[in-house]
């Protein structure tokens, strides 16, 4: 019964910035990770940027300079800061986590309802 509700998506110009956020709730037993994946028309999804418990992170080549994620822990939410947006950036972004719930014994994913990211002038 884990639930993530992720926000802050929108239309932005060229250059502007956006942050989303994704929040996790329910009855979670140990957490392993939460990032965003991100999905454009015609394209295959792919992994945007993750954090761990530890504060490692992980970025893919095409924001590495731009994005940052980090995480407020203690309420489980983590933050996507996104700067210098290209239009191939638009895409809708979908929260994950890894995590394991109370009533389970290995790590599963978790999914967000998704949040469309508009860059255009």
């Known amino acids: 019964q884990v639930e993530l509700v992720e926000s802050g998506g929108g239309l932005v110009q060229p250059g502007g910035s956006l942050r989303l956020s994704c929040a996790a709730s329910g009855n979670i037993f140990r957490f392993w990770s939460m990032g965003w994946y991100r999905q454009a028309p015609g394209k295959q999804r792919e992994l945007v940027a993750k954090i761990t418990t530890t504060g490692s992170t992980n970025y893919a080549d095409s924001v590495k300079g731009r994005f940052t994620i980090y995480r407020d822990n203690a309420k489980i939410t983590a933050y996507l800061q996104m700067n210098g947006l290209k239009p191939e950036d638009t895409a809708v972004y979908y929260c994950?986590?890894?995590?394991?719930?109370?009533?389970?014994?290995?790590?599963?994913?978790?999914w967000g309802q998704g949040t469309q990211v508009t860059v255009s002038s």
């Open positions: 994950n986590a890894l995590l394991v719930a109370t009533s389970d014994t290995k790590f599963n994913d978790y």
